[in-house]
């Protein structure tokens, strides 16, 4: 079983075999896996590399890498299951110094002895700094070729023994039970419906036990490849981190990007709305204005009070003269004062202008009105006769009593 989250940041990594030919020569066999579809892909680098300037000219620029190391300084021995890790050492090397190697273990479920793959750590830390100092993200560092029995479970189940660049590594079931040296031809072997050739074995190997849920990484604890890999496992966290926030970002700046133009195309609308009918705001102010100065006028004349002048108005229509006319009858008329320039209402008076034939007439008339009871008093302005009418015009004011 693989865990993908591994490769959250890149969907590559690149599996190294670093096989030591001799004290001066590395010979270096490279796999790059992917994730394509949700599957993995493996993409073998077929030429021969033999140092590090070649390497990174091969391997895509920011992608992690896990190691593989075999040949000359990598001792391979069987032990008893029943010593510690500390006296494994002892066992195969009994005049070794403490934490001066370092080592990765097999155990064979059906055998009561098990396999050490073992290498100085002067020889660790040089190899693993060398691809430090180049820049590359070192994540895991395997020591021999224990790790192929990871991928041996989806390659052909019916060849029990494999040749790598190395070694000829036989099995019973998924147990290693030989390890010998092989300088042979590259053999290939089948994976799925792919072929993978015998030297590209532990290369790919390197990448899938990385993936892998059980891992047998080294037993040393060398402080710049576990500073790189936690480096890159903070980067996964934080990279992903960054991409969710962005992510969010870009949300809301898009809902914040379809409110403002949401409101901005009501804003501008009700702009229009209020430019067109601005003549009908400005005409509605003035007549609010307007409004409210006949209702102080009304108040400060009293004219808003309740009135009988309307009933009395119509008494005294009822007794005029059948010959006599009016033009005009006005409750209450109101005159201009041409020196304080305000209106003067003349309140409880009713003016009527009208003519008759008979002057007679007109002061019977005014006399009839004089003994009403709601009357105070009754004048007659601008009796005039005019001779072309045969008509005398005159001017009624009468006072109602408060």
Known sequence: MTNLRNL??????????????????????????????????????EQEIRNIEQLLKVIPPNIPVCLT?????????????????ESII????????????????????????????????????????????????????????FNLTELKIILDNSVS???????????????ITRIDKYNGDDICYYLSEETVKGSQLL??????????????????????????????????????????????????????????SHYSKKVDSINLDVFQNRSLLKKEKELKKELAEKKQLLARTGLDT?????????????????????QEMIINPVEVNQYKKNLIVQKNTIRIVGNSNSSLQINNWVAVLGELKFVESVELFDLKYSNSKKLTEFILEITIRS
Request: aromatic letters at 10%; proline letters at 2%; charged letters at 20%.
């Open 8 to 45: 959250i940041v890149h969907n590559q990594i690149a599996g190294i075999e670093v096989n030591f030919i001799s004290d001066n020569e590395i010979v270096y066999h490279v796999v790059i896996v992917k994730i394509q579809k949700g599957k993995l892909v493996s993409d073998p680098i």
């Open 161 to 175: 023994s494999y040749c790598t660049s190395s070694y000829q590594i036989d099995f019973s079931d998924n147990d």
């Open 69 to 85: 190391l075999t040949g000359k300084g990598v001792i391979i021995k069987k032990y008893q299951n029943n010593d510690d890790e």
């Open 306 to 326: 309740k009135s009988h002048l309307a009933y009395y108005a119509d008494i005294v229509a009822s007794l005029r003269p059948k010959n006599m006319v009016f």
């Open 90 to 145: 002892k066992k195969i090397l009994p005049f070794a110094k403490d934490n001066e190697f370092s080592f990765n273990t097999h155990h064979p479920q059906k055998d009561e002895e098990s396999w050490a793959a073992i290498i100085r750590n002067e020889q660790l830390e040089k190899t693993s700094n060398s691809f430090l100092e180049a820049g590359l993200i070192v994540l895991d560092v395997f020591i021999g070729p």
């Open 203 to 260: 290369a790919l190997a390197s990448s899938f036990t990385h993936l892998s849920i059980n891992q047998c990484r080294t037993t040393s604890n060398i402080g710049s490849i576990v500073c790189s890999a936690n480096d890159y496992k903070t980067n996964n966290v934080i990279t992903l981190f960054m991409k969710t926030g962005v992510a969010l970002l870009f949300v809301l700046l898009t809902i914040n990007f379809l409110a403002y």
